[in-house]
């Protein structure tokens, strides 16, 4: 069995900074990419940052509102993604969910995993 888990969420001041991390562990043979979603009350799940492991360079995607402020990065030996997020607004508050493309061993194909999610809330 393959599973992600999260860690390192929490509640920060606006302006602050937190680590998130999210572990693969179990049958994992190859991981095609990994990423962060979060998901706000009310609002769709959406895509905040993403990487091959295996691209060239390594070069991460953002979405525009995280652009500058989070950064995405991959430990490859460990099968560990982190997403380190400064200057933290408000509008980051939401349920953080990391994401990968994982073929177990035994499997032909590709196969999507989530995290449990970890609650981020930035207040005052």
């Known amino acids: 069995q393959v599973r992600l888990v999260e860690s390192g969420g929490g509640l920060v001041q606006p302006g602050g900074s937190l680590r998130l991390s999210c572990a693969a562990s179990?049958?994992?043979?190859?991981?095609?990419?990994m990423g962060w979603y979060r998901q706000a009350p009310g609002n769709q799940r959406e895509l905040v940052a993403g990487?091959?492991?295996?691209?060239?360079?390594?070069?991460?995607d953002y979405r525009d509102s995280v652009k500058g402020r989070f950064t995405i990065s991959i430990d490859n030996a460990d099968k560990t993604q982190y997403l380190q997020m400064n200057s933290l607004k408000p509008e980051d508050t939401a349920v953080y969910y990391c994401?990968?493309?994982?073929?177990?061993?035994?499997?032909?194909?590709?196969?999507?995993?989530w995290g449990q999610g970890t609650q981020v809330v930035v207040s005052p």
């Open positions: 994401y990968a493309r994982i073929m177990p061993f035994g499997r032909d194909r590709f196969v999507d995993y």
């Open positions: 179990g049958s994992v043979f190859s991981i095609n990419y």
């Open positions: 990487i091959s492991p295996s691209a060239p360079g390594g070069i991460a």
